[in-house]
């Protein structure tokens, strides 16, 4: 039981502390495809550290849910991270259904994020907020038949057990993990605004779906919510890495490594995507949040049926 | 592996649905070929013949590389614009084929309780045919439906695959070369068309109507 | 060997030669021969002279024998007033047409007798969708707009007919799996021996898309579109072509899996799908032949509404089926008749519209008696013989189980009548205002020493009603279980 605790908290450290140096690779890659040097890979700690000395300014006419909302971001990442399961440490919290709390505890951070980007009255963060609750819409389904339907064929409703019951035997199960890890994919570039969806590194305003809503926050507030969005794409990262872990390892390290590995192997992946993909145009885009919920729906159809 | 195969065909059909430009259908034509083809060989890879190798070859010549490349000399010869026109939105169409996709999935499983059937491809193939009278209903351009026709006998090679019927080679090689030549003489009706009638939209056949 | 030859391989090496040679007169006297042994051979197989030895994939029985005699028929008259239809002037870019036209007239030939005389499902797809192929450049023939936009129509919607057509034979294999059928490859006879083997909701399955595929082609509401559009703007000898011989051939493809339905449990459901089928395309003739101002368009809708009744027929059974098969020779027949005439006053008035034809009786007296005469034959006045068909038809509807059919169709038919009657009566004898038309008579031609004949030989036919017909088509009853 004390072993366990550990092994949580030690997880959670461990994804705190490793969500910036994540997204630093995915930067570095990126500019490296792209024939740049670029930004040393530790840039988002050091960004970070300078976001925490500088003032705090809020808008005049916003009231307490400006005040609370980056703290309410940030408090629910953690708690959300403490309920993903890294290697064969069970996460702190686990529980039976606790994949729809993980679901909609991301959820209440969005919610709250837009809500504080309308509380804002600047129309910029309206429009954001917008294009992110319209989008929000349409992948939430996606990852309902993406973990859902993993959940249905395993037959368990915790995520730690769901992940524990993949095993890789035969073949048919391995080509619906991978066409599961596509969609899980497509899930993950939603949900962290990342190319095709949304270009993290634009400037014009009217393009932007998540920069948007942050637009006008600083100092703490700004920290906070940086670093939410560092630690989402790491937890999305280790959903994904997960489907081809095999938990039935035996060996920590063994284990440990090839964590490390599909993590690299992650980094790649988005940063090639990143750099060879051009944005959709924005009607286009539940569309192709519908193409993923297909491939969800129809993996889900073909796996049932060929039992 | 058939299996896989069966569920590739059911990506590249998604596809169709949410491409928009005329040359996406002529690639998942390419790419239904190719998977048609690999479908077919998978038998005679354990008992290997001569004679089993000649369906696999012409499918590959004829609707791999003979058709597309025809309909690309359409596209080029009578400079259509890239994007097509749809008639109803991409999204509702999307929402409307995994409706289809999944109802019939569900009957063919409830059939194949009665007779035994191999259900994956048999609900592929039955998929594309259905979703093939889709795109004929719902998109406006002519060559698109030429496309349209060419996923339905697609889909229903798959489907013919799955019932495991023994046809001999001669049949399944007479309705290539009759898809060919119907696509052929459909090339020229379209060249004929686009010169002399205004466009090619279904909307400029509008003049034998009661 | 031999019939085959005649029948199939005769007609093919006649259209490679029709490639190579250019001159109209040559190709013509080329044609004509295999048009004459086809006839010739048809009606010997027919009459008992000649008993058959076909390869693997044919066969004959009577259903065939009685079939390929119809298609013999109608295509030696076509065949012989070719020529000089040919000869009268078309536009321009219609001229080079006229090269192909016996090319694809004699691969017709073939692919048709193919289809009749095939003893397989998969051989049986493949003719049909030769014929389909065969006869589409041949609606381009005129090279206009309308023509176009026909010929991409019938291809088209004919194309998708045909592919559900081979969806439900796939169907009929799937209903043979587990049986000893399997395997045995959509030969016709062994399905007919073991019906009642067959797995029955395959079995509904597959005539539905069987029905469904070849209705396109028949010409049968509500897939009627292609085929009007098709008939109503080709060229007269081809639309008398298609009118007289294509669509019964497609008919012999549901006359078989009827065939192989019979002994099962399905067969009720599949009578009552064709009872609804030829209620609705008798229906669909009716309201369309209210607003219909071209006449071959209406010829078209007489087409759908006849096909409609021998669809009714074979659906209602006994009886009916028996003035069905009457009414399918005779229909034939009395449609080659009225698109020849029809062609005659298109290519004097060169206008499909009624509006603008008028004053026939007084200017084509010989074309407008013709026609008179051929209207009446076709709505069942006597002595024509679709008044025997047609009489036997409603008897069999009478005595059978739905009685209350026979007053709906016959409201239908009367208005038909009515209808087709106003136009024709008003195309032969409304005085026209229009005085650029040249008023010569037009002089006795050919294409109507052809008419008369063939009226002689469809009232001869109906009055003398040879035995030998009447036991052919009683052993074709017996086959689909109807003893007299």
Redesign the interface.
């Known amino acids: 039981m004390g072993i366990e605790i550990i092994q949580g908290i030690i997880s959670i450290i461990i994804i705190i502390g490793l969500a910036p140096l994540f997204a630093g690779f995915i930067n570095k890659l990126k500019a490296i495809l792209t024939g740049r040097i670029g930004a040393p890979v530790l840039l988002p700690y050091y960004e970070l550290q300078k976001l925490f000395k500088k003032e705090t300014i809020v808008a005049t006419d916003s009231s307490f849910i400006s005040r609370f909302s980056p703290l309410l971001n940030f408090i629910i990442m953690l708690i959300a991270s403490a309920m993903l399961p890294i290697g064969f440490w069970k996460p702190l919290i686990s529980f039976n259904g606790d994949i729809i709390l993980f679901a909609y505890m991301l959820g209440l951070a969005r919610f709250f994020q837009i809500l504080a980007a309308m509380d804002i009255g600047s129309s910029f963060e309206g429009m954001g907020a917008a294009r992110e609750a319209t989008f929000a819409l349409f992948a939430e389904p996606i990852f309902f038949f993406t973990l859902g339907s993993v959940a249905f064929i395993s037959g368990q409703t915790s995520m730690y057990e769901i992940y524990h019951s993949i095993r890789l035997d035969n ?2 199960y391995i ?1 619906f993990i991978i ?1 599961c890890s596509i969609s899980a994919f497509l899930l993950a570039v939603t949900e962290c605004s990342r190319m095709p969806i949304d270009d993290p590194n634009t400037h014009l305003e009217l393009t932007m779906i998540h920069e948007v809503m942050i637009l006008d926050n600083s100092g703490l507030d700004l920290y906070l919510y940086q670093y939410s969005g560092y630690i989402k794409l790491f937890i999305y990262g280790i959903l994904e890495i997960s489907f081809f872990y095999p938990f039935s390892a035996h060996s920590y390290l063994v284990g440990l490594i090839i964590f490390i590995f599909g993590a690299i192997i992650l980094t790649f992946t988005l940063a090639i995507v990143e750099t060879i993909t051009s944005r959709f145009k924005m009607k ?1 885009i ?3 949040l ?2 993923a ?3 969800g ?3 889900l ?2 796996y ?3 039992k | 592996m058939g299996n896989v195969l069966s569920i590739l065909f059911c990506l590249s059909l998604f596809y169709v649905c949410i491409t928009s430009r005329v040359k996406g259908f002529v690639t998942v034509l390419r790419i239904q070929g190719i998977l048609l083809s690999i479908i077919i060989v998978i038998p005679f890879i354990y008992h290997f013949s001569v004679f089993g190798i000649i369906l696999p070859v012409t499918i590959l010549l004829v609707k791999v590389y003979l058709i597309p490349k025809y309909i690309n000399k359409i596209i080029l010869d009578l400079d259509i614009k890239r994007m097509i026109e749809p008639t109803i939105q991409q999204f509702s169409f999307l929402l409307l084929v995994i409706v289809t996709m999944t109802v019939i999935f569900i009957v063919t499983h409830i059939l194949s309780q009665s007779t035994e059937l191999n259900v994956i491809p048999f609900a592929s193939g039955f998929s594309a045919i259905i979703i093939g009278i889709y795109i004929i209903m719902f998109r406006k351009k002519l060559i698109v439906h030429v496309a349209g026709f060419l996923i339905l006998e697609n889909g229903i090679f798959l489907f013919g695959t799955s019932v495991a019927s023994e046809l001999p080679v001669m049949i399944e090689m007479g309705m290539l070369l009759d898809v060919f030549v119907v696509v052929f003489l459909m090339g020229i009706a379209i060249n004929n068309i686009s010169t002399t009638l205004s466009g090619f939209d279904v909307t400029a056949l509008g003049r034998l109507k009661d | 060997m031999f019939e085959f030859f005649i029948f199939i391989i005769l007609p093919l090496i006649t259209s490679l030669i029709c490639y190579f040679i250019k001159n109209l007169r040559i190709q013509y006297c080329i044609s004509l021969v295999p048009g004459i042994l086809h006839f010739g051979l048809a009606l010997c197989i027919f009459i008992g002279f000649y008993h058959t030895n076909l390869p693997f994939l044919f066969g004959i029985d009577a259903l065939s024998k009685l079939w390929i005699l119809i298609l013999s028929n109608v295509y030696f008259w076509v065949v012989l007033v070719s020529y000089s239809y040919l000869k009268r002037p078309v536009n321009s870019k219609a001229e080079a047409g006229k090269q192909y036209y016996f090319l694809l007239l004699n691969f017709y030939l073939a692919a048709n007798s193919a289809a009749i005389l095939s003893n397989h499902f998969g051989m049986y797809w493949v003719a049909v969708e030769a014929t389909t192929l065969s006869v589409a450049p041949l609606i381009y023939f005129y090279r206009n707009e309308e023509a176009l936009e026909a010929m991409w129509k019938y291809l088209f919607l004919i194309s998708i007919g045909i592919a559900f057509a081979f969806i439900g034979i796939l169907f009929l294999t799937l209903s043979a799996k587990g049986t000893i059928l399997e395997g045995k490859q959509l030969f016709f006879w062994e399905f007919i021996k073991n019906a009642g083997q067959l797995n029955p909701i395959w079995l509904k399955a597959s005539f539905v898309f069987i029905f469904v595929g070849l209705s396109t082609k028949i010409g049968l509401a509500p897939m009627q579109s292609g085929d009007i559009d098709a008939t109503s703007n080709a060229p007269s000898p081809i639309a008398a072509l298609m009118s007289g011989s294509l669509r019964i051939t497609a008919l012999l493809g549901v006359l078989r899996i009827l065939e192989i339905i019979r002994p099962t449990a399905t067969y009720e459901f599949a009578k009552l799908i064709m009872i609804i089928g030829g209620m609705l395309s008798i229906f669909v003739a009716f309201v369309f032949m209210f607003k219909v101002n071209n006449y071959k368009r209406m010829l078209a809708y007489s087409s759908v509404e006849h096909l409609g009744i021998i669809t009714l027929g074979i659906g209602i059974g006994g009886l009916a089926f028996i003035g069905a098969i009457y009414h399918a020779i005779y229909n034939s027949i009395t449609k080659v008749i009225l698109f020849l005439t029809a062609g005659n006053i298109h290519s004097r008035y060169q206008s499909r519209e009624v509006s603008k034809v008028t004053s026939v009786m007084k200017l084509m007296p010989v074309t407008g008696w013709l026609f008179l005469i051929s209207f009446f034959a076709i709505s069942g006045i006597p002595p024509s013989g679709i008044f025997f068909s047609e009489i036997k038809i409603f008897e069999g509807i009478l005595f059978s189980t739905k009685p209350g059919l026979l007053f709906i169709a016959m409201f239908f038919l009367l208005f038909i009548f009515i209808n087709m009657g106003k136009i024709i009566f008003s195309m032969l004898y409304n005085k026209g205002t229009n005085d650029k038309q040249d008023n010569s008579i037009e002089k006795f031609e050919f294409i109507h020493f052809v008419t008369i004949a063939l009226l002689i030989i469809l009232i001869a036919l109906a009055i003398i009603s040879p035995d030998i017909l009447f036991n052919r088509i009683s052993s074709i009853g017996k086959d689909f279980g109807i003893n007299l």
Do not use: R
């Open positions: 073949v048919s080509v066409i286009n539940p569309q192709y519908l193409f919920t297909a491939i729906i129809l993996n159809l073909i049932t049926f060929t």
